[in-house]
């Protein structure tokens, strides 16, 4: 299968390009700095020129709300119209777990933006919902982050490995387009508070401060916000083996 991925050198895009190409399929990883650029549609005819799938895991380059709406807007506008043209059988685009639950975020709407797009353009479409990742934790942390107390709500999460997150996007490439959405998590639930201390240095980890009214991302949080429902396809790397890897040197 020819497939071509938006945002193809970023930690999702570079893990999945490798699944992908292990698989025997033709895989060109684009992004801006291979010369296409989702935003300018830069590029964009030439790489979709022959594709049967289209994977978007594009991200903003800032949060900033303005911002990561117009990149949103114009990235996924682009890349339908783009789509279109090169005859695209499936359009496969990464998105967020509970995003539709964070409305006061200026992120999340952004990404309910995207899917609307998507689910009302002309492609057929599988959008994929993933929870956190274990590899944002320290961003998460950093973002609770307020004079040196890391002051954070015990809501549940189930976060999974970016290794997963690519099966998942790998597994949906090659099946039918749902034109719908499918969630994908992590093996496990844990409040957030605990996943922190878990996953944070010992000096980090004794400045958590558990305040249910603190904002994720500019919205409140509870049991249900970033849960997965009953149907979301589980991956298989643990917390505590991604961890242990995490501690293994490189060679």
Known sequence: MNIVIIGGTGLIGRKLSARLRQADHRVLAAAPS?????????????????????????????????????????????????????????????????????????YFRAKIAQESLIADGPLPYTIVRATQFFEFLDAIAQSFTRDGIIRAP??????????????????????????????????APFRLTDLLRKALPAPAAARIVQDD????????????????????RLGTLSLESWLAAQAVPAH
């Open 34 to 106: 291979s010369g296409v650029n989702s935003v300018t549609g830069e590029g964009l005819d030439q790489a979709l020129q022959g594709a049967e799938v289209l994977i978007d895991v594009t991200n903003a380059p800032s949060f900033e709300d303005s911002a990561v709406m117009a990149f949103f807007r114009a990235s996924t506008g682009k890349l339908l119209r783009a789509g279109r043209a090169a005859g695209i059988r499936h359009y496969v685009a990464l998105s967020v777990v509970g995003s539709e639950r964070l409305p006061e975020s200026g």
């Open 154 to 187: 015990a809501a549940l999460l189930q976060p999974m490995a970016a290794d997963d997150v690519a099966a998942a996007l790998a597994r949906v490439a090659v099946e039918p387009p749902l034109n719908g959405l499918r969630e994908v998590a992590g093996p």
């Open 213 to 232: 009214d603190a904002l994720y991302f500019g919205d409140r949080i509870d049991d249900t916000t970033l849960m997965p429902g009953a149907q979301a």
